[in-house]
């Protein structure tokens, strides 16, 4: 992971996701270029948690986190307050993927759902690594370090 050296922990809780070897190489391929385009520094560690669940599991998440009883596509939950350009923590934080959502969503953007998991992966990132979307000045920033990460993977623009 060009000198970031991450600990990932991958972990399939519910969903008719792709499986592991599949999941693991769309997460080997997301997080360099995530963690290129947001700059972060070489020589540095820490761990990460994916966790590919259901909606039913993420809705549960959502309410208690967000108070929005709701499922949603992806969650992030930092372990450590980080602001972009921070050093990491020796703990970045979990991402949690619903796979209902994701599949629907993929489904009616027409777009492959590998592409669609590795974007969300990528968000997920970002905001562990302190970026966020509550702004449009802070979306913008976003969804192009997302935008140029996914260009990195050969993957279309999500927001095209």
Known sequence: MAGVDLDIDLMVEAGAWPDEVSLRAMVDRAVPAALAEAEVEEGQSAELSLVF?????????????????KP????????????PGDPLPPMLGDIVLAYETVAREAA????????????????????LLGYDHETDEEAEEMEA????ALARLAIPDPYA
């Open 72 to 83: 949603t596509n992806v969650l992030s939950f930092p372990a450590f307050p980080v602001a």
């Open 53 to 69: 669940t259901d909606d039913a599991a993420i809705r549960t998440l959502n309410a208690e986190w967000r108070g929005k009883d």
């Open 145 to 148: 370090l997302e935008r140029q």
């Open 108 to 127: 009616e953007e027409n777009k492959p759902l590998e592409n669609h998991i590795t974007h969300l992966i990528i968000h997920g990132l970002l905001h």
